[in-house]
């Protein structure tokens, strides 16, 4: 059980364009998804934290208008990038999270990279 | 802000051998470590954690250690094996901010025949 699902796996797209990414958590109700960006070599930073119906509340330094979160049900949050620029490249992770319990589960991340 | 800082940034150890990380958090109220072992361009998958309330945990050949006072705890891998080869990342929970985990920077473990 406790399966996270991420889409795509990987992108390539063109600097000025906007990119989604889908975050699923697919046997469970998630009350909270977290998103990430690993740059190679580097750890998880936490760009942001979804919950179901409500804003996403962005981490110190990540803009909120580039990345749009969106947490349209207890089982799908979505991330965009948009106007994505070359120094976005990097590896994006989600996490789904249930209240009341203490494990995160991760996506298997989507590699964005921005040409 | 809360931090967590871990030790060593590469170990490199003969199979058979053990080896152990270290991390220290600041916030007080942190009350869940988990540990994950990432293969590269893999997600996160979690080999052990502990609570708050306990100070040692033992899965075969993986050991956690807590020491709440100091605010310290570490990964101890027994006879190792050349597929215990990975990054290795600490995390630490954020008090009361429902699931939220802070990273340390990640150990690579070099695990040689």
């Known amino acids: 059980g406790a399966v996270v699902s991420q889409h795509p796996s990987w992108v390539i797209c063109k600097s000025g364009t906007s990119v989604k990414i889908e975050c699923r958590s697919l046997?469970?109700?998630?009350?909270?998804m977290f998103w990430y960006r690993q740059f190679p070599k580097q750890s998880l930073m936490l760009m942001a934290t979804?919950?179901?119906?409500?804003?996403?509340?962005?981490e110190q330094g990540v803009e909120k208008d580039k990345f749009l979160i969106n947490h349209a049900s207890l089982t799908l949050s979505t991330l965009t990038v948009t106007s994505a620029h070359p120094e976005d490249s990097s590896f994006y992770i989600c996490?789904?999270?249930?209240?009341?319990?203490?494990?995160?589960?991760f996506g298997p991340g989507t590699r964005l990279t921005v040409t | 802000g809360e931090n967590v800082e871990q030790h060593p940034s590469t170990l490199s150890v003969q199979e058979g051998d053990s080896a152990v990380i270290k991390c220290t958090y600041s916030?007080?109220?942190?009350?869940?470590f988990p540990w994950y072992k990432q293969e590269l361009g893999k997600r996160p998958q979690l080999i052990i954690d502990?609570?708050?309330?306990?100070g040692e945990k033992k899965d075969q050949r993986i050991a956690v250690t807590l020491n709440k006072t100091a605010k310290h705890f570490s990964l101890h891998i027994t006879e190792t094996q050349p597929e215990d080869s990975a990054v290795y990342f600490c995390?630490?929970?954020?008090?009361?901010?429902?699931?939220?985990?802070?990273f340390g920077q990640g150990t690579e473990l070099s695990v040689k025949p």
């Open positions: 502990i609570r708050s309330n306990v």
């Open positions: 979804s919950n179901e119906g409500s804003k996403a509340t962005y």
């Open positions: 995390a630490a929970s954020i008090g009361n901010q429902g699931g939220k985990l802070i």
């Open positions: 996490s789904a999270y249930r209240t009341g319990y203490y494990e995160q589960y």
């Open positions: 916030d007080s109220a942190s009350n869940y």
């Open positions: 046997d469970f109700q998630a009350t909270t």
